[in-house]
């Protein structure tokens, strides 16, 4: 079984069961505590897609006469993931939410009718490097959401990479397909 490495938690867990002793080391402690930093994340998205991110981000940056970027977009996306996450609190739901989400996952029936997902290579796409930073906070709450989702013996893991990626790319598909209804004023609205 591949072992996946969710650092934040795991260093959360370190953090959790250490006890300093003494008050040089309660104080060093504390102040090296990273509860409220940022960290940076790197995903590879399809090129259309991030173009259609930006121009999405540059609509709304219009039409509030303020500089909204692709970051902005992404914090709402993964605010939205987390809410939805906590309501359903159910990891199997969410493991096959983000299966089906996934555009590298296709389902496949047989002549068995049992769905196979098979994971297609589409690195002949062109992708760009679209860089997002959220915060510790937030990632926490993902490594621990995909940590439990990973304990099920599932066939397929995720990183808080691909979630970030498959949430945006979610995102701009059904943008691009006109699933979504009035986001530009919901986006606008939340932003305001």
């Known amino acids: 079984m591949k072992e996946v490495n969710y ?8 953090e959790l069961s250490y006890a300093p002793t003494g008050i040089f080391n309660k104080v060093l402690y504390r102040i090296t505590r ?16 991030f173009l259609r991110g930006q121009l999405f981000c540059d609509d709304i940056s ?3 006469e303020e500089t909204i970027t692709q970051n902005h977009l992404i914090s709402i996306l993964i605010d939205d993931f987390l809410f939805d996450a906590k309501r359903c609190s ?7 939410e983000l299966v089906n989400k996934d555009l590298q996952s296709i389902q496949v029936n047989t002549f068995d009718d049992k ?5 297609i290579n589409k690195k002949a796409k062109r992708n760009k490097k679209l860089v997002c930073a959220i915060t ?19 066939t397929r893991f995720f990183t808080v990479e691909d979630v970030l990626k498959i949430i945006y790319c979610d995102f701009i598909l059904k943008y ?16 305001s």
């Open 90 to 96: 159910n990891p199997y739901d969410l493991y096959n």
């Open 176 to 191: 691009k397909t006109g699933t979504l209804k009035n986001v530009l004023q919901k986006i606008i609205k939340r932003l």
């Open 62 to 64: 219009e039409a509030m």
């Open 136 to 154: 510790r906070k937030e990632a926490l709450r993902l490594e621990v959401i995909l940590s439990d989702i990973a304990e099920l013996n599932p």
């Open 7 to 14: 650092s934040i938690y795991e260093e959360e867990l370190n």
């Open 34 to 49: 990273k509860n409220s930093a940022r960290i940076e994340y790197t995903l590879s998205v399809p090129v259309s897609d």
């Open 115 to 119: 769905p196979i997902t098979k994971h």
